[in-house]
């Protein structure tokens, strides 16, 4: 037997709830698994997959909100890419015999961009899915420690992340 106190599953630390203000049973269990190691690999945070920009500007999580949206952004530009082509290609293919460079360059353009959007969204999206409740806990643990690091769901937060998305997203797509 180990030296460390040993504490039944109910009597779980009360500052779960003081930290997460909302889903304390679900965080509870997370965090819970997450100290003793047994949080799986694939465990995912629906909403740090489906809206991680706004459930990590919500919570607080700003490292997770920047590579979320950092991710979002180059899927995004990577898609627009396929749309700037697009036409072009239909442009070239209007008369095949003088624009074969261009129509085999303009094809590989936009399979390759149209790629590495898919992956870009799904692939980043699952990532950042996955790490989310990691990188809560870690917040959490970080907060128990100094209670000036960010905690609970605060709407002000949430305004200043949607106010960050709209001056970023538009500067760096277009």
């Excluded at 009360?14 to 203000?21: E, H, K, L, N, R």
């Excluded at 909403?47 to 997770?64: D, E, H, N, T, Y």
């Excluded at 870009?120 to 907060?143: C, D, E, K, P, S």
Aim: glycine share 8%; aromatic share 14%; with cysteine.
């Amino acid at each position: 037997m180990s030296g460390a106190e040993q504490r039944d599953e109910v009597e779980r630390d009360v500052s779960i709830g003081t930290f997460v203000t909302t889903g304390e049973s679900y965080y509870a269990n997370v965090f819970e698994r997450s100290q003793k190691g047994t949080l799986s690999r694939m465990s995912l945070n629906i909403w740090g997959f489906l809206i991680p920009w706004i459930w990590s500007a919500w919570r607080g999580v700003w490292l997770m909100f920047w590579l979320a949206l950092a991710i979002d952004v180059l899927a995004l530009v990577c898609l627009m890419q396929v749309v700037k082509f697009s036409p072009l290609l239909a442009e070239a293919q209007l008369d095949p015999d003088a624009n074969r460079t261009l129509i085999a360059r303009y094809s590989g353009w936009i399979s390759t961009y149209s790629w590495a959007a898919g992956l870009l969204f799904i692939g980043g999206r699952l990532w950042v899915g996955t790490m989310a409740n990691r990188w809560y806990y870690g917040q959490y643990a970080r907060w128990r420690i100094n209670h000036a690091v960010p905690s609970g769901t605060i709407m002000n937060r949430l305004v200043i992340g949607l106010v960050i998305i709209a001056i970023v997203a538009p500067l760096t797509t277009y």
